[in-house]
């Protein structure tokens, strides 16, 4: 059990579209997403934490309005990456947070973004 | 705010040997973990650490918790190549249950 998915595994896109990057609790309803980045070589970023029916709350440093990210519903979290820049490429990183078991996160396979 | 800091960032170490990675982080924490990432690929979940003094041992890794110390560490004995990848340390914290993530260890074992 405990299974996140990710869609898509990767995309690239032209500077200035957007792209919309799917995660999903398959087994278990989620309370909490989560959304990270991880550039090259480094760690893992926490961008934001969403809750099902409310809005994101975004670290310090993400633009809200470039990150748009929506949890319509316990089991489906989405982040937009609104007018992609080739710095916003990166491997993105969801995660979902099962109430059972003391918001352990469970991680998705990750999406990578590259930009053009 | 919570800074975990993770050491040495890189590892390079023959087959057969023993070494520790090192994770202290700033302030309590009830959990910790512990990942590890292939390249290209996303987290796999090794240890959760709940409690002081808590060991916790998978194959040739070992993990302990120091919450006095605020010091966790991640002990590989007789390293394999199928050991090399980047691993992380991770502290709970918030009311969200939000994890910190310390800078990664890329260990490489050379045959």
């Known amino acids: 059990g405990a299974v996140v998915s990710q869609h898509p595994s990767w995309v690239i896109c032209k500077s200035g579209t957007s792209v919309k990057i799917e995660c999903r609790s398959l087994?278990?309803?989620?309370?909490?997403m989560f959304w990270y980045r991880q550039f090259p070589k480094q760690s893992l970023m926490l961008m934001a934490t969403?809750?099902?029916?409310?809005?994101?709350?975004?670290e310090q440093g993400v633009e809200k309005d470039k990150f748009l990210i929506n949890h319509a519903s316990l089991t489906l979290s989405t982040l937009t990456v609104t007018s992609a820049h080739p710095e916003d490429s990166s491997f993105y990183i969801c995660?979902?947070?099962?109430?059972?078991?003391?918001?352990?996160?469970?991680f998705g396979p990750g999406t990578r973004l590259t930009v053009l | 705010e919570l800074k975990v800091e993770q050491n040495p960032l890189f590892l390079s170490m023959q087959e057969g040997k023993n070494y520790t990675i090192y994770c202290n982080y700033s302030?309590?924490?009830?959990?910790l973990y512990w990942y590890r990432q292939d390249p290209g690929k996303s987290l796999e979940s090794l240890f959760v650490?709940?409690?002081?003094?808590a060991v916790k041992q998978e194959g040739r890794l070992m993990a302990s918790l120091d919450t006095k110390a605020r010091l966790s560490t991640l002990h590989i004995t007789a390293a394999v190549h199928d050991l090399s990848a980047t691993y992380f340390c991770?502290?709970?914290?918030?009311?969200?249950?939000?994890?910190?993530f310390g800078s990664g260890t890329q260990l490489t074992v050379l045959p």
């Open positions: 969403s809750n099902e029916g409310s809005k994101a709350t975004y």
């Open positions: 302030t309590t924490s009830d959990r």
């Open positions: 995660s979902a947070a099962r109430l059972s078991s003391y918001n352990e996160q469970f």
């Open positions: 087994d278990f309803q989620a309370t909490t």
């Open positions: 650490l709940l409690s002081n003094g």
């Open positions: 991770a502290v709970v914290s918030g009311s969200a249950r939000q994890l910190t």
